[in-house]
Nanobody
């Protein structure tokens, strides 16, 4: 079955960096577009980065553009999110999503807390 397991979250000070990882299994990873979303308390889930199956196309909202970088290693079935210059408003649970022909699948998320 499809599984997505995120890791790398934690507590970081403002201005700091974190790298999230999402390991995928149960489908052909190299054929799937992958995305990272986040959901802060009391807010709707929002897209923070997406990457095409071959890794040639990336998309970011203005809120993270220039600070976050999505990448993937198809040999390791893993997608990454490098987050730099973190702000308190980046605090959220971060989720990995796989867009497959049969539907979309989500991981359980990893918590990122940006606080001094």
């Amino acid at each position: 079955q499809v599984q997505l397991v995120e890791s790398g979250g934690g507590l970081v000070q403002p201005g700091g960096s974190l790298r999230l990882s999402c390991v995928a299994s149960g489908f052909t990873f190299s054929s799937a577009g992958m995305s990272w979303y986040r959901q802060a308390p009391g807010k709707e889930r929002e897209l923070v980065a997406s990457i095409s199956s071959a890794g040639t196309l990336r998309n970011y909202p203005d809120s993270v553009k220039g600070r976050f970088t999505i990448s993937r290693d198809n040999s390791k079935n893993t997608v990454y999110l490098q987050m730099n210059s973190l702000k308190p408003e980046d605090t959220a649970v971060y989720y990995c999503k796989a867009a497959l022909i049969i539907g979309s699948y989500w991981g359980k998320g990893t918590l990122v807390t940006v606080s001094s």
